[in-house]
């Protein structure tokens, strides 16, 4: 697809990116083993905005569902097929949805959805929207829903942190993903694993904005926005935790920081869709789950909340769901932490 690279950047800022306002961008210690692949972030979201682009967006079209979204982009992302495990995986965690509303001939559907302890995402895909035709070496494209999102049910806070446009089927039909994030477990005893969503989206928009502009921290870029869809979708769901995003308690490291004291960081656990810990102080370096290949599969958007003492307690998404038992360490900076 053309310019890959910059869409694929656009995607990672939005699937990666850092809500300052909830986030604080943040391992036995070992050498590091040098990996026989990694991938950079430029390399990944290269790679995943092909795979959800391409690939992982076909997948996702029949009854592939999440699942099969997640697989395509798996595949793309790390050059290989998802083993027998981590299929098995995927299908556990994901479950149908299958809710439609037709709202002046275009119709969305609540496709799927697949939770984590402590996130959750949902497929979205809209259908009856025309191709206006873009000049991709001109302008990037993108479209969004006006939203109003509530979770309830949820001992925590959820934070529904919007829809992000993934691209066109074959078909025609645009999709999206919809995340959840907290801090706290969603899914627990109390609630019977099961949350419940409402969610409104309408007036869907076309975003076209110029490429290769460069611009003052004054300037304002100007954005082409037109109207795609009006008017107001609006589904009643519940998503249910599955025991087979089981948890993995890791040890405590001390993560060496450029220019700086090294913060200790404690209380790591990883789970196939999330991995949460709690520092003594800010760590901004890179955080990703080392495979048995060595390839690495970085950390996405997240959550971070300062305590009394200076220190944080946060919680990520993985790019992608991982299988616990294709992971060989947990990488924070420099340092490496086997699983055990």
């Known amino acids: 697809m053309k310019n890959g690279v910059e869409k694929a950047e656009k ?79 995927l299908q556990s965690l994901c479950q149908s949805v299958g809710l439609s509303r037709t709202v002046n001939g275009v119709t969305v559907t609540v496709d799927s959805a697949a939770a984590g302890e402590r996130s959750f995402a949902v497929l979205i895909r809209v259908e009856g929207v025309d191709d206006a035709p873009v000049n991709e070496k001109l302008y990037t494209s993108e479209f969004r829903f ?37 801090l706290q477990e969603i899914f627990t005893e109390e609630n019977g694993g099961t949350v419940h969503v409402s969610l409104t989206l309408g007036d869907l928009v076309h975003d076209r904005t110029p490429q290769g502009i460069t611009v003052s921290r004054d300037e304002e870029v100007v954005h082409d926005i037109v109207t795609a869809a009006e008017g107001e979708w609006s589904f009643e769901f519940d998503i249910k935790y599955s025991e087979a995003c089981r948890s993995v308690a890791l040890g405590d490291v001390e993560v060496e920081r450029e220019g700086g004291a090294a913060v200790r960081v404690t209380e790591i656990t990883f789970t196939c869709m999330e991995i949460r810990f709690t520092t003594d102080g800010r760590f901004d370096g890179e955080v990703a789950a080392v495979l048995t290949d060595g390839t690495e599969i970085g950390r996405a958007e997240g959550m971070g909340q300062g305590r009394e003492d200076g220190g944080w307690s946060c919680c990520f998404r993985w790019l992608l769901p991982v299988d616990p038992d294709d992971v060989a360490a947990i990488r924070f900076g420099d340092t490496l932490i086997p699983m055990p």
Request: aromatic letters at 8%.
């Open 146 to 182: 006006r939203q109003v999102a509530e979770i309830t049910g949820a001992p925590t806070r959820v934070f529904a942190t919007g829809n992000y446009f993934l691209g066109r089927e074959e078909d025609g039909s645009l999709l999206f993903l919809e995340i959840g994030d907290a």
């Open 11 to 89: 995607l990672y800022a939005g699937l990666s990116g850092v809500r300052e306002e909830y986030l604080a961008e943040m391992e036995r210690t070992q050498t590091r083993p040098r990996a026989r692949r990694k991938l950079t972030v430029t390399l990944i979201a290269a790679a995943l905005a092909a795979a959800m682009l391409t690939l992982g967006v076909a997948a996702a079209a029949g009854s592939g569902g999440i699942a099969g979204f997640f697989t395509g982009a798996w595949r793309e992302l790390t050059g290989r097929e998802p083993g027998e495990g981590h299929r098995a995986l």
